[in-house]
């Protein structure tokens, strides 16, 4: 692996740690019944996606990062790959979390446009690595 697939690894793994507190920090919320989580089934589905996609988004890009050194792609096409791969999981939790920041909003807000540009990312960057590996 390229020092820069581990190096983009590296931070992905570090991101973990993140997710397991915002984990821990919903968890907390249904424990000890915190207003504005429990009493707001918005707020509480769209935070529960964005803890969801985070996980997830993180080990796909870490499964899909090795694959990056297989492809005949030069240094600034493998760059935008890794960029790729690594923006949704923290793009798309943003737009999650950010879009029902207050307890009392009861709709997200326009701050969920980031979970459709991290998709957009998450399917570029996946489809240039598969074109690279084809």
Known sequence: ????????????LI???TIVFGGLSLLMSIVKRIPGYLDNPVRRALWTAGHAHAGVLVIFALVALPYLDRTGYGPGTQTLVRALL????IVMALGFFLSVARPSDTKPNKLIWLVPLGGAS???GTLILGLGLV
């Open 15 to 17: 991101t973990v740690s």
């Open 86 to 89: 690594v923006a949704p999981p």
């Open 122 to 124: 998450l399917a570029a």
């Open 1 to 12: 692996m390229s020092s820069a697939t581990l190096l983009t690894a590296g931070i992905l």
